[in-house]
């Protein structure tokens, strides 16, 4: 073994599929001995990933009991949990919304999101114990807690960070790192994505889901200190096949670019930073930066691993999206979701048993299928000498 290293995981947004990262702390809560204590020394989560890396960091103590209370909750899930559901909200934020484009705006009354998402704030405050965050810092079980949201108005990418006093801020173009206690709010303006769910205000500014200006999600870990970074996406990295050019192909709906955008913010940053990142451990392998002053002479190699689904995710929401309340399916239907195109869309929103209890299947298979990798992660042995599972095999050559 090793010399220990600093890990950090990274949860990135995620939705409804948030539930295929508990499958993955699943298997990892396996792989560890029995009343281990939380790995990671880093846990940096954006939108629904700052709410699993917020449960993780508040039961530090033990993983296990963390990830079992975590799968509790995502394995019971109903969209009424997260935001309201019945046939009268779905018919007045409808209506809402059609007023004030008819008559060109309602004066201070404009809807601010679609959806209402004061259920979820209700069920975090009674199901995370922020409270204990401190205390897992103080005992060393835990070096930093860090959770994304975008600022409206300053637009940055701001980066709250809760952790020892070696944490220190930074700032760079359009992002900045700042010390805070984690709070609701702050894990609802992570989650807060635009037009469906509404903004958060925290101190003077007004803030929304903290993938969209999020241009390097691996950067807050790297920060604070962390050399070896897990990262749990939610999207396959099997593209569809492009269209023929006869092929009759239909303009996309509201809810295929409604998903469109989902899927852009949640997962397309992960991969921009993790071209970087191999870029430069090719840089530090080969070349002689010793004689280099700073800020390069500060440089240092990153080991990275990345759990991805091997399956299509809109496949399993088409199976599940039944389950949806009759109102909330009527409102889906109105903006094209209910096809193949749409479930993309479906998929972020689908607060489900069904859909939530396979995915953390799901996430549980895959990172089993894994383990020889993830146990080299987690024990500080060398990754080097292990191959990419086939489903995560890509071309980060420059």
Do not use: C
């Amino acid at each position: 073994m090793s010399a220990p290293t600093r890990k950090a995981l990274i949860l990135p947004g995620a939705g409804a599929r948030g539930a295929y990262q508990v499958g993955v702390l699943k298997a990892l809560a396996e792989l560890l001995p029995r009343r281990s204590r939380n790995p990671f020394a880093v846990l940096s989560g954006t939108s629904a990933g700052a709410i699993n890396a917020a449960v993780l960091a508040s039961r530090a103590e033990h993983f296990q009991h963390a990830v079992a209370s975590m799968e509790h909750v995502w394995a019971n899930f109903e969209t009424s949990q997260v935001f309201r559901t019945d046939a009268w909200t779905m018919l007045k934020s409808s209506a809402h919304w059609f007023a004030a484009l008819v008559f060109g705006g309602l004066g201070g009354r404009n809807p601010q999101s679609l959806l209402d998402n004061s259920p979820l704030r209700e069920l975090l405050g009674r199901s995370i114990p922020l409270a204990r965050i401190d205390r897992a810092i103080e005992q060393g079980q835990l070096e930093a807690l860090a959770v994304t949201a975008s600022a409206y108005s300053s637009a940055r990418s701001v980066t709250f960070i809760q952790g020892l006093p070696s944490a220190k801020p930074w700032a760079r173009v359009r992002r900045i790192g700042r010390p805070a206690k984690i709070g609701l709010d702050h894990l609802m303006a992570s989650v807060a994505v635009p037009f469906i769910f509404p903004p958060v205000r925290i101190g003077g500014e007004f803030y929304g889901d903290g993938s969209m200006r999020h241009q390097a999600p691996l950067s807050p870990a790297i920060h604070l200190g962390a050399d070896r970074l897990l990262v749990v996406g939610v999207r396959d990295e099997y593209p569809d096949a492009e269209p023929l050019g006869d092929s009759h192909t239909a303009s996309p709906s509201m809810a295929h670019l409604a998903g469109y955008m989902l899927d852009t913010l949640f997962m397309d940053g992960i991969y921009a930073d993790l071209e970087r990142v191999t870029r430069l451990n090719t840089i530090l392998e080969q070349g002689d930066i010793a004689h280099v002053g700073p800020p390069l002479a500060d440089l240092r190699p990153l080991h990275t691993l990345i759990i991805v689904p091997k399956e299509d995710i809109r496949e399993v929401a088409a199976r599940h999206v039944e389950e949806l309340p009759r109102g909330l399916r009527l409102l889906l239907r109105g903006v094209g979701a209910m096809n193949k195109e749409g479930m993309q869309f479906v998929s972020y929103l689908l607060f489900e048993s069904g859909f939530t209890r396979e995915l953390i299947a799901m996430g549980y298979s895959d990172a089993m299928g894994m383990k020889e990798h993830l146990r080299a992660f987690l024990f500080d042995q060398p990754m080097d000498t292990l191959d990419a599972p086939t489903h995560l095999k890509m071309d980060l050559k420059p």
